[in-house]
């Protein structure tokens, strides 16, 4: 199980981006909270807490993730994130990765119209993500420049779903791929059910993802390297 579990996330570059947002303001209130399951297993959860202070609004993700068989942990993910937005446009992030004892950090600042972006780990390479960026490398950190308009790959932001790609924020590479609105279903939650729109990914990212009327993240499907199927499940 030494091959990545978490799907390598979600979305990015094309202008206009912005915060959806429900007719009376932000869709989320203080926290959002799934359960992560494996082929119908618990493993985990992935949480995040939203707040304003000084004009900005912070997300800050938390997940941790382990496949265990017979008392043994055979794979483990953690990763640790703070996004801090002004308005539609992402002023900073500062993440930390441990992929099955591999360790990773991504961080991005804005630079004006521009992001700024560094990122580490074990198979950094001195490589822009695309072609059209700006990037070096100085003791095995990669740095960047990237559009400002940029999403982070943090699932949240129903926004995503408009973009060709994102920011990776647990390898800090670009990714790139298509959505396609695949319509309404009901999905269900630990105390009932949500009507929500299923949008699915290819590309550099396979999957699916829900969300509810209120524009709302309430659900997601991947299938994972070793071909097992993982499934968020929204806690409320």
Same mark, same amino acid.
């Given at each position: ?91 900073? #992030?500062?993440? =930390? ?7 990773? &950090? /991504?961080? !991005?600042? *804005?630079?004006?119209?521009?992001? +700024? ?49 994102? #920011?990776?924020? =647990? ?7 298509? &959505? /396609?609105? !695949?319509? *309404?279903?009901?999905?269900?939650? +630990? ?46």
């Amino acid at each position: 199980m030494k091959r990545r579990l978490l799907l390598a996330t979600l979305l990015t570059t094309t202008a206009g981006a912005r915060f959806a947002r429900a007719a009376d303001g932000f869709p989320y209130g203080d926290s959002l909270v799934f359960k992560a399951y494996r082929n119908g297993s618990e493993i985990g959860h992935h949480s995040l807490r939203f707040s304003e202070q000084g004009g900005l609004r912070h997300v800050s993700t938390s997940i941790d993730l382990a496949v265990r068989m017979l008392g043994l942990t055979f794979y483990k993910f953690t990763y640790r994130c703070q996004e801090s937005w002004s308005g539609d446009l992402l002023q900073s #992030l500062d993440a =930390e990765t441990e992929d099955d004892g591999k360790k990773y &950090v /991504v961080r !991005a600042s *804005r630079a004006g119209d521009s992001l +700024s972006v560094e990122h580490s780990g074990p198979d950094t390479v001195a490589k822009a993500s695309t072609g059209d960026q700006q990037g070096s490398q100085q003791g095995g950190v990669v740095r960047e420049t990237i559009p400002g308009t940029t999403l982070p790959s943090t699932h949240w932001n129903i926004a995503q779903v408009r973009q060709s790609g994102v #920011l990776n924020t =647990e390898y800090g590479k670009i990714m790139n791929f298509q &959505v /396609v609105d !695949a319509g *309404r279903q009901t999905i269900k939650t +630990s105390t009932g059910t949500l009507a929500a729109t299923r949008y699915d990914y290819t590309g550099e990212i396979n999957m699916s993802q829900w969300f509810d009327d209120r524009s709302r993240w309430v659900k997601s499907t991947f299938v994972a390297p070793d071909s097992s199927t993982i499934e968020y499940v929204l806690q409320e």
